[in-house]
């Protein structure tokens, strides 16, 4: 038999989760190997979120069984504010597995997915979101420009040359920095990017006043949950690999992928790069606290002994003696 109220029942609202879900998707199995800075590359994802998104969000990371030196510093993180929604798994279930998970749990209108190596410049969430609810019926948008496979754009190539309001263009517009600043944190050589460079046709598009790059890529998007949810689960066999069925489904179902014109994040795959090594200390120590202002009421000295009282009275006339 129940014993008392539950004290809830007089709270008269309840938080509300913001309209965008920053999704990052984590695995770290070990600290050593090819997985030895993975942990310091997690820590600048996380810290370039933190600090240079310009938007309200939410924070949800899918830990894929890691190792417990970084479970506990997730834990540490939502202890302090930092995560709003933090899932750890005891088993990798790969990406597809991980995926079907967190892109149904993002209480947001928009999901703005990452996998744990994507580091995130200024005003990269802003500039998505402008793109993504500027073109109509967007399937994916990436924050920068790369190379991408055209067999997944048929859908929108063919909205783009039979809507009066947009312009495509095709040839070469993608920088030659851009390109090998990303490839290059994949392994590809400088010989191999030339090589990839020199053939390379892109197209660039236009509507409304808005630019942005034909393609998108699954390591980095944002995307309206209600398209998300059409294409989940996902049964895939491996833990890695076989991502771009996300990519093949969404250009199937009529969506558009997209990229911002401009890079707003950059990859840095398994080991911290050069570019960015300084900005460890500096991220570190400007993470913002979560502002939920000073309240007397949760000071030790204050709040000890009024627990203390709540649950003498409590007791009073809730317990039998």
Same mark, same amino acid.
């Given at each position: 038999m129940?014993?008392?109220?539950?004290?809830?029942?007089?709270?008269?609202?309840?938080?509300?989760?913001?309209?965008?879900?920053?999704?990052?998707?984590?695995? @770290?199995? !070990?600290?050593?190997?090819?997985?030895? $800075?993975?942990?310091?590359?997690?820590?600048?994802? *996380? /810290?370039?979120?933190? %600090?240079?998104?310009?938007?309200?969000?939410?924070?949800?990371?899918?830990?894929?069984?890691?190792?417990?030196e970084?479970?506990?510093?997730?834990?540490?993180?939502?202890?302090e504010?930092?995560?709003?929604?933090?899932?750890l798994?005891?088993?990798?279930?790969?990406?597809g597995?991980?995926?079907?998970?967190m892109?149904a749990?993002?209480?947001?209108?928009?999901?703005?997915?990452?996998?744990?190596?994507c580091y995130?410049?200024?005003?990269?969430?802003?500039?998505?979101?402008?793109?993504?609810?500027?073109?109509?019926?967007?399937?994916?948008v990436?924050?920068?420009?790369?190379?991408?496979?055209?067999?997944?754009?048929?859908?929108?190539?063919?909205?783009?040359?039979?809507?009066?309001?947009?312009? @495509?263009? !095709?040839g070469?517009f993608?920088?030659? $920095?851009?390109?090998?600043?990303?490839?290059?944190? *994949? /392994?590809?050589?400088? %010989?191999d990017?030339?090589?990839?460079?020199?053939?390379?046709?892109?197209a660039?598009?236009?509507?409304?006043?808005?630019?942005?790059y034909?393609?998108?890529?699954?390591?980095?998007?944002?995307?309206?949950?209600?398209?998300?949810?059409?294409?989940?689960?996902?049964?895939?066999?491996?833990?890695?690999?076989?991502?771009?069925?996300?990519?093949?489904?969404?250009?199937?179902?009529?969506?558009?992928?997209?990229?911002?014109?401009?890079?707003?994040?950059?990859?840095?795959?398994?080991?911290?790069?050069?570019?960015?090594?300084?900005?460890?200390?500096?991220?570190?120590?400007?993470?913002?606290?979560?502002?939920?202002?000073?309240?007397?009421?949760?000071?030790?000295?204050?709040?000890?002994?009024?627990?203390?009282?709540y649950d003498?009275?409590?007791?009073i006339?809730?317990?039998?003696?």
């Open positions: 129940r014993v008392g109220q539950n004290p809830a029942k007089t709270v008269k609202e309840v938080a509300k989760p913001k309209r965008i879900t920053v999704a990052v998707l984590n695995y @770290i199995p !070990f600290m050593s190997g090819f997985f030895a $800075e993975t942990f310091d590359v997690l820590k600048l994802c *996380l /810290g370039s979120i933190w %600090e240079n998104s310009d938007l309200p969000y939410d924070l949800l990371v899918f830990d894929n069984a890691s190792c417990p970084v479970r506990e510093y997730l834990v540490q993180k939502q202890q504010g930092k995560i709003q929604f933090l899932i798994s005891d088993t990798n279930l790969g990406k597995g991980a995926w079907n998970i892109l749990a993002a209480p947001g209108e928009v999901i703005a997915y990452t996998d744990n190596d995130f410049f200024p005003g990269w969430l802003s500039n998505s979101l402008k793109v993504l609810e500027t073109y109509p019926n967007v399937g994916m990436t924050s920068r420009p790369i190379a991408n496979d055209n067999d997944y754009n048929s859908s929108t190539v063919a909205w783009a040359q039979s809507e009066p309001e947009a312009e @495509i263009q !095709f070469k993608l920088k030659w $920095e851009d390109l090998f600043s990303f490839v290059s944190s *994949l /392994g590809v050589t400088e %010989e990017a030339q090589q990839r460079y020199a053939v390379l046709e892109d660039t598009l236009s509507y409304k006043g808005v630019p942005a034909l393609g998108a890529i699954h390591y980095q998007f944002l995307a309206y949950k209600h398209v998300l949810q059409q294409f989940l689960p996902f049964d895939m066999d491996r833990p890695m690999g076989q991502v771009q069925r996300l990519d093949g489904k969404v250009n199937d179902a009529g969506y558009l992928r997209l990229m911002t014109a401009t890079p707003y994040m950059q990859n840095m795959s398994n080991q911290v790069p050069d570019w960015v090594k300084q900005e460890t200390q500096k991220i570190a120590s400007k993470v913002p606290e979560k502002k939920s202002g000073f309240q007397l009421k949760n000071l030790r000295v204050i709040k000890w002994p009024l627990m203390r009282l003498w009275i409590f007791k006339y809730w317990r039998e003696e």
